[in-house]
């Protein structure tokens, strides 16, 4: 008999035989009578007695209605199965009746907010570790509750279980086999389900149980996202129509952070590199006080809110983070605020987390460059100073006041205590951007955070029963509204995750999409990034990233078909550690070690994007430059003492021909986060399909509206254009009237935009720079001894 069931807006199917429902029956009787439920079930319907009998007597019951004399007869004979059956549940209401449930399919979390498509649910006996040797293996076998669902399988202890007890998530790698039988019949009721991480088999107590549960995968591998193949081999899909705005450096996206924290509802996850809890979301710190990080936690946590928070363990000899101190502190503020660090320490001691995620209700995330720690937040300005007379408030309190090349943090649970000599040291600002979605984008990073949460729990926590597996969304909910997420950007969500970070085979999405943009590339390259560390040559066995390769294949191509095709490129003019050129000691050692790498692989060695152009006799000013950003102050107390430091620049941005834009926490372009089995990063692909009228090369053009206005406001930044007070209005050919500062940036391609004004404003601050503060490095320091 198939039975259609529906609770709320869930549908479900199951199918059941007469002898399962007289079971069901002749269990609920024997529980009555033995006083273990209060009510008795209601009579098992008497026309059914003699089918009942027949089936018991392995008779056909399908043999007996191919007469049409007993069609009517059949159909009398369901209708009293459904009478029954609502009797049945009607009874039982307000009841825990674990049997009814267990032929409903029916368990504690089976209807939950969100859960899409219901697919089966039954005890069944699972191996975890499956092997070919089929003797003496019943020790290994356990019998707990499955869930099936539109992309994983939930493994619950019994069907009274209000947490599951593992998750089987689905990715492309999905398999479901069926195994061979080994002697006569008794294997012919195992299936193997495997994904790129884990492999299963499966056995139930018919074969029928058997060919619904592989029915039920069969259409979960036909229809859901997480099992097909995706551009650029990322676990997600594209995303069309979707949301997003873009954040540039911490003052705009921490504001945006504390507004998100405060509507949330249900949950909240949050994966830093570092977590500060003493962190404030809002500046000046006094007078905003609850807006302090770990108390806006707090508040939501007692409104019910579930947070969960996944920091790396960083080795303490190597970085000063503390995620020690992060734990226990908010592992204090609240119990529903949930914690758990992780490392491989063992066999990837080198590398780590370095993802940036915060996903609130599975709706809203946010991915880019800025943890939630110290250090971070600044505005387009990046003040150098912070000394205050006694009646100006305090912007950047405590280890917030920072600037790791003079000292790098340092006993961080000491939050309050200043590092640096406000009065005679600068800090050093941080640029960086960060990305907000909302809708189906926001469900694939949210699916992401469960997955590394889940791999955490299972390796590291398994033990820990304040530490729960987190169960992914429904891709198709038919209450969910959606329409208020339209928006005109195609968003994929693309990672770097290998076994040791995540348990799966090796993704590296995030490199394969910048080596396509870069490859595609029309007219202009525009890439912001905390390193560039990378080769021109297949054979370098040391560095493995081939993007400088990449770029400089461009550039020949452009070169060779006469295109004008340019590439700029944005990255701190030294590495952000601790220590100076001039000295040769180990703390320098780090600082000197990736400026070796970094000269390497621009301008010094055969290898070196430079070097590589100059072989091809290309003249490599006409198509790309590198870049840095600088920043000067005096101190506000009548002192005539001013100073420098460079403006660090932490962003991991690519924007290609104004309409296409990769963000994220990769891809930085080092030795850690190219190819997915080092550091784990996750970034997004962002096409705008709104298109805008701008200019490339000073002619017409559709420009992506999102990658347009992120360019524009860098550029502005960048130049000194964003204070600028301007009521000028310019007119360019027929375009509406427009600020001169936007359009003196908005033709990356022009040669006026890109020598006059680029260029010059570079070569006039270096020389400034050079006059007043003697930076360090320069040009003109050709070795240590001779450096300014």
């Known amino acids: 008999f198939r039975i259609e069931l529906q609770y709320g807006e869930i549908k479900w199917v199951i199918n059941r035989t007469i002898i399962e429902f007289y079971n069901l029956h002749l269990t609920l009787k024997f529980k009555y009578i033995s006083g273990f439920i209060s009510e008795p079930p209601p009579s098992f319907p008497s026309q059914l007695a003699h089918l009942t009998n027949a089936a018991l007597t392995s008779m056909r019951i399908a043999r007996e209605e191919e007469d049409g004399v007993w069609r009517d007869v059949a159909l009398k004979r369901r209708d009293a199965l459904e009478v029954y059956l609502k009797a049945l549940i009607q009874g039982a209401s307000m009841l825990v009746n674990y049997e009814l449930c267990e032929f409903l399919e029916l368990s504690a979390i089976s209807i939950v907010k969100d859960m899409g498509w219901k697919g089966k649910e039954g005890y069944l006996e699972y191996n975890l570790n499956p092997s070919s040797m089929r003797l003496f293996r019943w020790h290994r076998w356990q019998k707990e509750w499955l869930i099936l669902r539109d992309s994983y399988i939930a493994f619950c202890k019994d069907i009274g279980s209000t947490a599951p007890a593992d998750v089987l998530l689905f990715d492309k790698h999905l398999k479901v086999v069926r195994t061979q039988s080994t002697f006569g019949s008794i294997h012919q009721t195992h299936f193997i389900i495997s994904n790129s991480s884990r492999r299963i088999e499966v056995k139930a107590p018919t074969s029928k149980h058997i060919e619904e549960w592989i029915e039920n995968l069969d259409k979960v591998q036909k229809e859901s996202p997480w099992i097909m193949n995706h551009r650029f081999g990322s676990y997600a899909p594209v995303r069309e129509n979707a949301k997003a705005k873009w954040f540039v450096d911490g003052h705009d996206y921490f504001e945006a952070v504390a507004q998100a924290i405060l509507s949330a509802k249900s949950e909240i996850y949050i994966e830093d590199w570092w ?412 096409e705008d399909t709104d298109l805008v009228d701008s200019r490339m090369n000073g002619q017409p053009y559709k420009a992506s509206r999102y990658a347009l206005t992120l360019r524009m406001q860098l550029f502005k930044e960048h130049l000194g254009l964003l204070n600028v007070q301007s009521s000028n209005e310019y007119h360019v050919d027929g375009y509406r009237d427009m600020k001169r500062e936007d359009v003196v940036v908005m033709d990356p391609l022009h040669d006026e935009f890109y020598y006059d004004i680029w260029n010059k404003t570079a070569e006039k601050n270096t020389l400034v720079y050079r006059d007043v503060f003697r930076c360090v490095p320069d040009d003109t320091g050709k070795n240590i001894c001779s450096s300014p």
């Not at 309190?397 to 340092?410: A, E």
């Not at 403006?647 to 080092?670: A, E, F, P, Q």
């Open 275 to 686: 977590l500060s809890p003493q962190l404030y979301l809002r500046r000046p710190s006094k007078g905003n006080e609850e807006y302090r990080l770990d108390r806006l936690l707090k508040r939501k946590a007692c409104e019910g809110v579930m947070i969960y928070i996944v920091i790396y363990k960083n080795v303490s000899v190597a970085l000063p983070l503390d995620s020690q101190h992060t734990r226990d502190w908010m592992h204090h503020v609240h119990p529903n605020i949930i914690v758990q660090r992780h490392a491989n320490l063992t066999s990837s001691p080198f590398w780590a987390h370095h993802e940036k995620i915060l996903v609130v209700d599975y709706r809203l995330a946010f991915v880019g460059g800025l943890d939630l720690c110290f250090g971070r937040y600044d505005t387009s300005k990046h003040d150098l100073t912070d000394y205050k007379s006694f009646d100006e408030k305090e912007v950047f309190p405590g280890q917030d006041y920072s600037n790791p090349r003079i000292k790098d943090f340092y006993k961080v649970s000491q939050y309050d205590m200043e590092l640096i000599d406000k009065q005679c040291a600068a800090r050093m600002p941080w640029h960086d951007i960060h990305t907000a979605m909302i809708g189906p984008p926001a469900r694939d990073i949210a699916r992401h955070f469960i997955q590394r949460w889940n791999f955490i729990k299972s390796n590291r926590a398994k033990e820990r029963s304040e530490v729960p597996f987190l169960l992914p969304k429904g891709e198709y909910v038919a209450a969910r509204d959606e329409t208020k997420f339209k928006g005109t950007c195609r968003i994929q969500v693309l990672r770097s995750s290998a076994e040791w970070s995540l348990g799966i085979t090796r993704e590296y999405s995030i490199y394969s999409a910048y080596m396509e943009c870069i490859f595609k590339a029309k007219h202009f390259i525009y890439i912001e990034n905390q390193f560039f560390i990378t080769t021109t040559s297949p054979h370098d066995k040391l560095i493995k990233n081939k993007i400088g390769q990449a770029i400089v294949e461009r550039i020949k191509r452009a070169h060779r078909e006469k295109q004008k095709f340019r590439v700029i490129v944005v990255i701190p003019i030294a590495p952000g550690f601790e220590g100076d050129f001039i000295q040769v000691d180990r703390k320098s050692m780090p600082l000197r070690s990736v400026a070796q790498y970094q000269y390497r692989s621009i301008s010094r060695g055969k290898y070196s994007v430079f070097e590589q152009l100059r072989k091809a006799n290309i003249p490599i000013k006409d198509y790309i430059g590198f870049y840095s950003l600088r920043n000067w102050g005096k101190y506000n107390d009548g002192r005539m003492d001013f100073v420098t430091e460079q403006v660090y620049i932490h962003t991991k941005l690519m924007i290609v021909d104004d309409r296409t834009v990769i963000c994220g926490s990769g891809k930085k372009l080092n030795l850690l986060s190219q190819l997915g089995n080092r550091d784990s990063e996750i970034a997004v692909v962002i």
